[in-house]
Nanobody
């Protein structure tokens, strides 16, 4: 079964930047969008950014990251990116990408058997 693969996590100081990648090759184009989610210690997983697969590539963001994070698609490379700037300690989490079958959303996660999740990549923001 095809599975998205995340990369790009690491340790960064407050105010720093990271770019996460989500490789989605092997999937048909019949999905609604790609979402980036994060799960901080002791907290529920939440959606922070999402981009539709349609030609208009509509993007959605959690309010707390809207001014700092940018989601984008490279259809040639079959990769979705999450550029994260001005990272703060509260951004520390495991970041997951997911191929979403029905909708693009942020916030509370709605698990579907038709969605496909990656294994995650750790982002740690600390001085």
């Amino acid at each position: 079964q095809a599975q998205p693969v995340e990369s790009g996590g690491g340790l960064v100081q407050p105010g720093g930047s990271l770019r996460l990648s989500c490789a989605v090759s092997g999937f048909s184009t019949d999905y609604y969008g790609i979402g980036w989610f994060r799960e901080a210690p002791g907290k529920d997983r939440e959606g922070v950014a999402c981009i539709t697969s349609a030609s208009d590539s509509t993007s959605y963001y959690k309010d707390s990251v809207k001014a700092r994070f940018t989601i984008s698609r490279d259809d040639v490379e079959n990769t979705v990116y999450l550029q994260m700037n001005d990272l703060q300690p509260e951004d520390t989490a495991i970041y997951y990408c997911a191929v979403l079958s029905n909708s693009c959303y942020i916030g509370t996660v709605y698990y579907s058997p038709y969605d496909h999740w990656g294994q995650g990549t750790q982002v740690t923001v600390s001085s």
